[in-house]
């Protein structure tokens, strides 16, 4: 399996340190964000990783360059100056990663899920994403999630999306190039009951703000830097 980490975005929860430095690069606990994901996606045995680059994006490829140091081989797909949101930045990349199904991370995120124990795609799915119980900054959470597996678009009981999905490159069928966020086909998908979703109770944390990514540095620095994945 490949993988992509998403690394194209503005940052702009997080400015003013994302005006002369891409989230990703952003460091916690004496590290850059994406660099724990490089090392967890060597780990579980993924080597063919695919970084999509806008803001800034030189700086993200002169620190990381071919991905050597990881343990990793990273190919760049190039967004140009302003980012494709997470639909179109995938979709322009879908080259590289066809032609099986591939993981996305987005790359301003930690957690210490284990990359190697997502399951295989069902034949009848497109995608499967990975949930988690809602955190405080997002009380309400995303979708809903039924006995059988399938993502239900409103439920009672739901759950926030991580920004970790598995997707088959059939699940962007029909779009075009260009600038398009994700959600509207993840409600295709739930619409034709073809999305899988799966609920993570470990650790993660969505550095989307300063207050946040304060937090996060602080809990693993208390921890002595980031742990084994589970």
């Given at each position: 399996m490949k993988a992509m980490l998403l690394a194209a975005g503005r940052g702009e929860r997080l400015r003013p340190i994302t005006d002369t430095l891409p989230k990703p690069l952003v460091e916690?606990?004496?590290r850059p964000l994406i660099a724990y994901h490089l090392e967890s996606l060597a780990r579980a045995g993924i080597r063919d990783v695919v970084v999509n680059?806008?803001?800034?994006?030189?700086?993200?490829?002169?620190?990381?360059g071919g991905g050597e140091g990881y343990g990793v081989r990273i190919t760049y797909s190039e967004e140009g100056p302003e980012p494709l949101e997470t639909g179109g930045g995938i979709f322009r990349a879908l080259p590289l990663l066809a032609p099986r199904p591939f993981l996305v991370v987005n790359a301003d995120i930690w957690t210490d899920m284990e990359f190697s124990r997502c399951p295989a795609l069902e034949e009848d799915a497109d995608a499967r994403i990975v949930l988690v119980p809602n955190p405080m900054h997002h009380p309400r959470g995303d979708f809903g999630v039924g006995d059988d597996g399938i993502v239900l678009e409103r439920d009672s009981d739901r759950f926030t999306y991580t920004g970790v999905g598995v997707y088959r490159p059939e699940f962007f069928a029909g779009c075009r190039p260009g600038k398009f966020p994700l959600l509207p086909l993840l409600e295709r998908a739930i619409a034709a009951r073809r999305l899988r979703g799966a609920v993570f109770h470990g650790e993660w944390f969505d550095a989307g703000s300063?207050?946040?990514l304060a937090r996060?540095?602080?809990?693993?620095r208390a921890r002595g830097g980031a742990s084994?994945?589970?």
């Open positions: 916690v606990a004496g680059l806008s803001w800034l994006g030189g700086r993200i490829r002169a620190a990381l300063p207050q946040r996060l540095d602080a809990h693993l084994a994945p589970r």
